[in-house]
């Protein structure tokens, strides 16, 4: 079986929730909703992350990022995993983890970017998209900043208008490992 269809069963099987009517970040609701902290607060899933992201994803960029971020919680964990298997595998320098804050913390540097590495070519994650607010507010933000995003990059695109959006905005290289249309309760048959 396949890194990426070990992820799809493991969103299946820990993270996929369709009993009852969830709000979503972007004020709308759904039926079915993809709690994926418990795919990136899991060490099997992240490892499975890692391993599919070096493998599959780089080629999709025009410029190698030097940078990993994304807004909290969405992409906390994720920037976490990608830094630290980048370090691992001997990409030292690149990858760097940088995270956007809603708002400025009331206490310490009171920054709205922690691990600010600017300048750096940045590649944008969350874990799920939606109507693309938090990838956007991300990609503004590091703007602001002087990055220089290089794409985006979620785990699950739940199709609901948030790819075309960033497209148009941005103009950027998406993926999406995966869309909800592929997952929506459905596992990969085993073989064998």
Do not use: W
């Amino acid at each position: 079986m396949s890194i990426k269809d070990l992820m799809k069963n493991f969103i299946v099987d820990n993270c996929f929730c369709n009993s009852g009517c969830y709000e979503l970040s972007g004020g709308s609701s759904s039926n079915n909703y993809y709690d994926l902290k418990r795919a990136t607060l899991d060490g099997y899933f992240l490892n499975l992350f890692t391993e599919y992201f070096f493998r599959e994803v780089p080629r999709h960029f025009p410029v190698a990022p030097s940078a990993v971020g994304g807004l909290s919680m969405g992409a906390d964990f994720m920037v976490s995993a990608l830094s630290l298997a980048g370090y691992q595998k001997g990409f030292t320098g690149s990858m760097r983890g940088v995270i956007a804050r809603k708002s400025a913390k009331a206490y310490g540097s009171r920054a709205l970017i922690e691990n600010n590495i600017f300048p750096s070519d940045i590649l944008v994650v969350d874990d799920v998209l939606t109507s693309g607010a938090s990838l956007d507010y991300s990609c503004d933000l590091f703007l602001l900043n002087n990055y220089k995003p290089v794409g985006f990059l979620v785990i699950v695109d739940r199709e609901e208008g948030g790819c075309s959006y960033l497209a148009k905005k941005y103009d950027l290289p998406i993926i999406s490992i995966f869309k909800a249309s592929e997952l929506n309760g459905k596992y990969v048959a085993k073989k064998g």
